[in-house]
Nanobody, 124 residues
């Protein structure tokens, strides 16, 4: 079992920044791919970013590429999502998730464990 707890969400003005954290506990976290997803009101949950177990591989959705950065600290069992140049359309509940699978990393069903989510609101 892996338990995931997100934090760091909040209200920010357009153009601002936030850093989300996802603290993991449980066994074998170090062997998991970790992903961030988001879900806006009335919309489906969508992929944001993913990072490999050693941080050597990252991939981003086109909508956040160049603005968001995913990273992980193995010693702290924590994954981060640094979000810069935020836009109102980034408003959503952000979820972290983990998987030991190697393929289809942008798909929701690939992930085995999910956090409870943290709200990000971008508004003036």
């Amino acid at each position: 079992q892996v338990q995931l707890v997100e934090s760091g969400g909040g209200l920010v003005q357009p153009g601002g920044s936030l850093r989300l954290s996802c603290a993991a506990s449980g066994r074998a976290f170090s062997s998991h791919f970790m992903g961030w997803f988001r879900q806006a009101p009335g919309a489906e949950r969508e992929f944001v970013a993913v990072i490999s177990w050693n941080g050597g591989y990252t991939y981003y959705a086109d909508s956040v590429k160049g603005r968001f950065t995913i990273s992980r600290d193995g010693a702290k069992n924590t994954v981060y999502l640094q979000m810069n140049s935020l836009k109102p359309e980034d408003t959503a509940v952000y979820y972290c998730a983990s998987t030991i699978k190697l393929l289809r990393l942008m798909e929701i069903l690939t992930y085995d464990y999910w956090g409870q989510g943290t709200q990000v609101t971008v508004s003036s």
